[in-house]
Nanobody, 125 residues
């Protein structure tokens, strides 16, 4: 029903920047929120940031607050994650997710209906 495609991942030196994009296609008219999660090897998938269509609210994990910015770009079905001042611990596969109905919870994986396949972000020294 909804397909998500991430792009923009790659290799970057610590202190550098990357911009990830997520394009949603299909039946996206009911989108409530989109978010980014990441998963490092041997780790649980963790919340990074979310953008809610409800007032354009944004949410960030403490670990990325002040460094990452989530925004709705171009059309309503596109969200980006600007990542600045990257650290080694930011290395992970980054996943885009979409929620299609209202919810009070946006920081857990179970809050989202659809997921992309992920894009690798590797931060080197």
């Amino acid at each position: 029903q909804v397909q998500l495609v991430e792009s923009g991942g790659g290799l970057v030196q610590a202190g550098g920047s990357l911009r990830l994009s997520c394009v949603a296609s299909g039946r996206t008219f009911s989108t409530y929120a989109m978010g980014w999660f990441r998963q490092a090897p041997g780790k649980e998938r963790e919340f990074v940031a979310a953008f809610s269509w409800n007032g354009g609210r944004t949410y960030y994990a403490d670990s990325v607050k002040g460094r990452f910015t989530i925004s709705r770009d171009n059309a309503k079905n596109t969200v980006s994650l600007q990542m600045n001042s990257l650290k080694l611990e930011d290395t992970a596969v980054y996943y885009c997710a979409l929620r299609s109905s209202p919810t009070l919870v946006l920081v857990t994986t179970t809050a989202y209906n659809y997921w992309g396949q992920g894009t690798q972000v590797t931060v080197s020294s």
